[in-house]
């Protein structure tokens, strides 16, 4: 079993940043890819960016060049660095690990972390 753990979330102006992390811990060897969805209120969970342990990320169109993710394998650490943010990124905020323990598979999700985009 994996534990992710979200915190950084808040309430920002529209142009502000914001940085997110997720402590991973547990059995957090199997972990292959980390990510961060979102899911505003009345909509889907969407993806937001995911990377793999080697480094490889991909990101949603709607947060290209203004979002990085990041992840410190030695620490167990996952990262969203959020710039220019916008009122529509308005969301609850997950973090999301998957992987394999042998040749089974496995996601977890942490309890999420709010972000407000607002004046």
Do not use: H
């Not at 167990?76 to 609850?92: C, F, G, H, R, W």
């Amino acid at each position: 079993q994996v534990q992710l753990v979200e915190s950084g979330g808040g309430l920002v102006q529209p142009g502000g940043s914001l940085r997110l992390s997720c402590a991973a811990s547990g059995s957090i060897f199997g972990i292959d890819t980390m990510g961060w969805y979102r899911q505003a209120p009345g909509k889907e969970r969407e993806l937001v960016a995911t990377i793999t342990r080697g480094g490889s990320s991909n990101y949603a169109d709607s947060v290209k060049g203004r979002f990085t993710i990041s992840r410190d394998n030695a620490k167990n650490t996952l990262y969203l660095q959020m710039k220019s943010l916008k009122p529509e990124d308005t969301a609850v905020y997950y973090c999301n690990a998957e992987g394999f323990y042998g040749i089974k598979s496995f996601s977890s999700w942490g309890q999420g972390t709010q972000v407000t985009v607002s004046s």
